[in-house]
């Protein structure tokens, strides 16, 4: 009983250590910030490859999320004669949660995964440290230029994620089932709060960026340097990029919109 | 100076000079933390008890600003040769030039040439790091250690897994640099005739003690065992051939 107790105890422990390394490490990064504006070409080549690469699966994902969201909406709506509010549906969704929520998934899970694996394998082949000795602080050229590429680009592909979703409720909506162009757009226009609803919807993904590219880049410059180690170190970080989307989702929901 | 990882001990209260314009080599068997030894000089470890210092700086005092400053007169060849893995061989050479200095593109590029022709590898400006062989991607390190020209260069293992040739062209790089570009050179490895072949005085590590030092001739004649067991590479003497086991027979007669 004793000797449970004490593995808990000693599991927190690590948690809560491991917490305190990844907000210490955040803090280097911060500090560094200003010396990465000097060098605005880096920041550019990691928006490409934290955003652009990622604008494909982003597409996708959009239209259909938007054209299953207008499917079902229909079904529902239909019943009781109202499935001219399919937009309102559509939109609002899109809007305060999946366009966030989904994004922030697949972000983790396309450039998250990227950015562990290509920290560790650096850390790994020893170009980290090559770096440190060159007297180039690894912090302001390698990772505080990925963390604030990907802090921009997430709340960029959040509102093309909307944008598609949108357009792939209007296919389903006016073409597959006959809903009138003009109601479409009129009642998404007309439901739909630029504060209350896109603006908080923004906010979360600029949160969700930080927390997905913080995990990311932490995960990765703290693996362990072999293959197996980075393997774990990328799972880490879908994992809990993953759980920390869907925890503040919750947590912003609550605070934005309701009054628990 | 004494360095430790967790519970176990790496170098137990040792000393050593390095002195300016030679080739000092630190050699022992894998495992006794010669490396470590590189790190705790360029200032990425730090020694529990003791101190290291360079031009009379003690390494581990300086604030990351000095610290840092005084890196840029190091030079450092690791092991894989940690060249960036996304910029070609010239941008690599250019990368610590162009972070700390303001020099043009043209002075820039005139420097980075020489620096690849003094490795031999002037043609291979436009290949990219995995385009290397092994030698080849040692060889564009080792111009990158002296892009800044440093005084002084530390070489990790860098005889490691090369052909004849290339460990001939490397062996002979580092001794020509050395009295060319008047640096000192720390050259850590286990491999023997190379190491002994290129410098002027050797310690032996062996755990987390030095067990020898001396000229390449001293260490020669040196009647240690354990001194001899190592030079010689025999397979048996003072470190024994087989792990700590209970004697042989015993073992195999049990059920």
Redesign the interface.
């Known amino acids: 009983m004793l000797d449970k107790l004490q593995l808990i105890g000693q599991k927190q422990l690590a948690i809560v250590s491991r917490l305190g390394q990844a907000t210490i490490f955040l803090y280097q990064i911060i500090l560094t910030m200003p010396g990465v504006f000097v060098r605005p070409s880096l920041i550019i080549k990691q928006l490409y490859s934290t955003g652009v690469q990622t604008l494909v699966i982003i597409l996708v994902a959009g239209t259909f999320v938007g054209m299953v969201l207008a499917l079902q909406a229909y079904y529902v709506l239909v019943d009781f004669g109202a499935e001219e509010s399919i937009s309102q549906m559509v939109v609002l969704s899109l809007m305060r949660e999946l366009g966030p929520v989904i994004t922030g998934l697949l972000f983790a899970g396309r450039a998250g995964s990227a950015l562990t694996a290509e920290i560790g394998l650096m850390k790994s082949t020893e170009q980290l440290s090559g770096m440190e000795m060159m007297a180039i602080d690894p912090m302001q050229r390698v990772m505080a230029p990925r963390v604030l590429a990907g802090f921009m680009a997430l709340p960029i592909l959040t509102a093309i994620f909307m944008a598609v979703g949108v357009l792939g409720g209007y296919l389903v909506a006016v073409h597959g089932v006959g809903i009138y162009e003009g109601v479409y757009w009129s009642l998404a226009q007309a439901k739909v709060d630029f504060y209350t609803d896109l603006m908080n919807g923004m906010i979360k993904s600029v949160v969700f960026g930080l927390v997905i590219v913080w995990i990311a880049v932490f995960e990765g410059h703290d693996s362990v340097p072999t293959s197996e180690g980075l393997g774990q170190a990328t799972t880490r970080t879908v994992v809990h990029g993953s759980l920390a989307v869907l925890g503040l989702d919750f947590l912003l929901t609550a605070l934005m919109f309701g009054d628990i | 100076m004494s360095f430790s990882r967790g519970s176990r001990k790496i170098f137990d209260n040792i000393s050593l000079d390095i002195p300016r314009g030679k080739v000092t080599a630190i050699m022992g068997p894998s495992g006794t933390g010669k490396t470590t030894l590189l ?1 705790l000089i ?1 200032g ?1 470890l730090k020694p529990d008890q003791g101190s290291i210092s360079m031009d009379g700086n003690n390494v581990h005092e300086l604030n990351r600003k000095d610290l ?2 005084l ?2 007169r ?3 060849l ?3 040769g ?4 996304d910029i070609n061989v010239f941008d690599n050479i250019a ?2 030039i162009r ?2 200095t303001d020099l043009d593109e043209s002075m820039i590029r005139s420097l980075v040439l020489m620096k690849l022709n003094a490795v031999g590898l002037r043609g291979a400006r436009d290949l990219m790091p995995s385009e290397l062989s092994g030698g080849m991607a040692r060889r564009v390190a080792m111009a ?1 250690a002296i892009a ?1 020209d440093p005084v002084m260069v530390m070489y990790d293992e860098p005889f490691t897994g090369q052909d004849p040739i290339s460990m001939g062209v490397l062996v002979n790089l580092i001794r020509s640099m050395n009295q060319s570009l008047k640096l000192s050179s720390i050259v850590v490895s286990h491999d023997v005739p190379e190491t002994m072949s290129i410098s002027d005085h050797i310690y032996l590590l062996s755990g987390g003690k030095i067990v020898a030092e001396g000229a390449p001739d001293e260490l020669n004649d040196s009647n240690d065992p354990w001194t001899q067991q190592f030079i010689a590479g025999q397979p048996d003497g003072p470190v024994p051939f087989h792990f700590a086991a209970e004697p042989v027979m015993q073992d195999l007669l049990q059920e």
């Not at chain 2, 940690?82 to 893995?85: K, N, S, V, Y």
């Open positions: 790190k360029g990425q840092y400053r890196r840029k190091m030079g450092m690791f092991q894989s940690a060249l960036l893995t990368y610590p972070e700390h990158r800044l």
